[in-house]
């Protein structure tokens, strides 16, 4: 290379490492300044006098903003409020020096952004140097075929620990064990143990498997070869099985270590099922992979962990002693682990006073780590958006919405008509989601349109996260889901074609009533689901359904004694609410929108 190049180019990075690292500086004084500080908190310096003088800040979203706290003691304070105005008022009536700053634009974005674009620009430039340099690097990925793919992850770089896994408390208590292990061979070997080689992480998708593998090789501080099942189904045959070779070699090397496969379905499926007969890649390559856990003796150093939303497809050679024998459930979080993660997640997310963690975890049942990931990230784009450094209970609330049932479409036009039936079956559904005693109490009822094309929508706060359904919240639940139509069949002359998925959902829980869960008077207590799952397309063919016609028409009529019964009696209690029905309906009308409080005001009124 030109050597006079070489030396700008030289020059220039030692300009930018330079500014860098004054910008970073002068950052990080910013920062120490603001410790976490809460309303709460500053009422209580109030009273013990410790404070100077407050400097309030509105942002360009009035009347939210900022407040500055200058302590007697010299040091700064920020916290942040959803209406200035109160922190004025409190100042005031307590006699502390008040200073209303002016309204904040959010211009310093890209100023703030500066540090963060040079060093992205040197780590640019940095492998460019070292190739040039070093002269090497050609072009050597036709060679890499049967090369194993995974990342090694170096035990040097800053990795994922413990603590950053938020509640899951008892499935990181088994994998202590492993990370001793992995620390400290010596100790178990003495006393004879024997240390699982393989460990499954079953459950839903988003419960944080992949983040618990990791987080087991950074407490252990040893390599994790990380590899994804699908990384070793290729187009080009034998390509799988020279692969899991390949890792393993690797893998041997550097022990003792953790050789992690995500998504092992992908390759340990069940053999011998697939519509392409017996010997496929995946075979091929699952039988490598038993091999290669085989090979390898007791004690050796390598642990292989393994994840799987679906351990039901698995291969069941793959489960047996000295393969993946230890299996580790991995559940969706209940309210006090959905608070940890939340709690993980709101870090570095500046929140106004307003925003309760405790009731976000209460309002989230069902929600996956991954989801609660997803709910903060998107306040916190909401806010970005409205130019706010911080995030509003308000935020999080349209977050939940867009997560949950897509973004509300406010610019959608909507005819009159239209508007005031979907006002009745949303006020339908509502009215039998209150009155109903295991299901509810309702969150919010709207009838603004949302993107997944529904019209409206009704959302109900469960209050528990039931692990087992009932027959009767069952039964609840279609009379629920028959609120809607029933609801436009009382008021109106003719019905819409707007229940559609109601009904598919109602027919789907009273048939499964019947089928799965023995809940019907006359079948009683057998199985009569139809195997549907299409993974096995090949093992079952042919073979959809194990009983008679005269047995399928007794299913369908029990369905229908359900369904007829549960419209009975849905049609039986919207009918003596009828006040309450046309009171809710026209306050949806007017707002849109009402929220719990609003809702269940409508039948105070009524007594
Ligand atoms: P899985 O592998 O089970 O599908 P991941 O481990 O990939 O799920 O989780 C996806 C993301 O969800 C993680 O990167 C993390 O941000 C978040 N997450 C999931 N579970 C947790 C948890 N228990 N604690 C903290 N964050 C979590
Ligand atoms: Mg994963
Ligand atoms: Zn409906």
């Not at 919010?444 to 409206?456: D, E, H, L, R, Y």
């Amino acid at each position: 290379m030109n050597k006079q190049y070489k030396n700008i180019l030289l020059f220039v990075i030692a300009l930018l490492a330079v500014y860098t690292a004054i910008s970073l500086f002068s950052q990080k004084t910013y920062r120490q300044s603001q410790t976490p500080y809460t309303w709460r908190e500053f009422k209580e310096d109030v009273t013990a006098g410790d404070i100077q003088s407050v400097e309030v800040t509105q942002n360009a979203e009035v009347p939210t903003g900022s407040v500055t706290v200058y302590m007697k003691d010299d040091s700064r304070k920020t916290f942040y409020v959803t209406d200035v105005n109160e922190v004025i008022d409190y100042a005031d009536t307590r006699d502390v020096t008040c200073v209303v700053g002016n309204v904040k634009k959010a211009g310093g974005a890209f100023t703030s952004m500066l540090p963060y674009i040079f060093i992205f620009m040197l780590m640019m430039f940095m492998p460019y140097m070292m190739n040039r340099v070093g002269g090497g690097g050609g072009n050597n990925k036709m060679m890499n075929f049967g090369k194993s793919r995974a990342t090694m992850l170096d035990p040097n770089t800053k990795r994922v620990r413990f603590d950053q896994v938020a509640g899951l408390q008892e499935e990181k208590e088994e994998l202590k064990e492993i990370v001793d292990f992995l620390k400290n061979p010596a100790k178990f070997i003495e006393v004879g143990a024997r240390i699982p080689k393989g460990v499954l992480l079953v459950g839903p998708p988003g419960t944080g498997k992949t983040l618990l593998a990791k987080a087991v090789a950074g407490e252990a501080e040893v390599p994790f070869f990380s590899i994804s099942g699908s990384d070793f189904v290729e187009m080009f045959v034998g390509v799988g099985a020279s692969r899991v070779r390949d890792l393993f070699e690797d893998a041997k090397k550097n022990s003792p270590c953790i050789i992690f496969i995500d998504e092992i379905d992908a390759v340990a499926r069940r053999r011998g099922t697939g519509l392409g007969g017996g010997h496929d890649e995946r075979e091929q390559t699952l039988n490598q992979l038993l091999v290669e856990m085989d090979g390898f003796g007791v004690n050796e150093g390598i642990i292989v962990m393994a994840a799987t939303n679906r351990v039901d497809i698995l291969d069941p050679a793959i489960l047996r002693p000295g393969r993946f024998d230890r299996k580790v459930a991995v559940g969706r979080p209940d309210v006090k682990g959905r608070e940890e993660i939340l709690n993980v997640h709101i870090k570095g997310k500046p929140l106004a006073q307003d925003v309760d963690i405790h009731q976000i975890a209460r309002t989230t049942p069902g929600f996956s780590g991954a989801d609660l990931e997803n709910l903060m990230n998107e306040a916190a784009i909401l806010a970005a958006r409205n130019d706010r450094r911080f995030i509003k209970m308000e935020d999080v609330r349209k977050a939940f919405i867009k997560v949950g049932i897509g973004t509300e479409k406010k610019s959608r036009l909507v005819p009159e008509l239209e508007r005031k039936i979907t006002a009745y079956h949303e006020s339908g559904h509502a009215i039998l989601f209150h009155l109903l005693p295991d299901v509810g109490p309702v969150y919010t009822v709207s009838i603004i349109p949302t993107g997944v094309g529904a019209a409206g929508y009704t959302m109900p706060v469960p209050e528990n996260d039931n692990v087992f359904n009932t027959r009767g919240k069952m039964l609840q639940d279609i009379k629920v889901g028959m609120g809607g139509r029933i609801a436009e069949e009382l008021i109106f002359d003719d019905v819409t074609t707007g229940a559609s998925q109601d009904i598919k959902n109602v027919t789907e829980t009273a048939r499964a009533m019947v089928t799965q869960y023995g809940m019907s008077e006359s079948l009683g207590f057998i199985n009569y689901e139809e195997d549907s799952d299409e993974v096995f397309l090949g093992k079952d063919l042919g073979h959809g359904r194990n009983f008679s016609e005269d047995v399928a028409k007794q299913i369908d009529m029990e369905v229908k004694k359900i369904v007829d019964s549960c419209y009975e009696d849905a049609k039986r209690i919207l009918t003596e609410n009828m006040d309450v029905l046309h009171a809710c309906a026209n306050l949806l009308i007017e707002k849109e929108r009402i929220s719990r409080d609003e809702f269940e005001a409508l039948f105070d009124e009524k007594c």
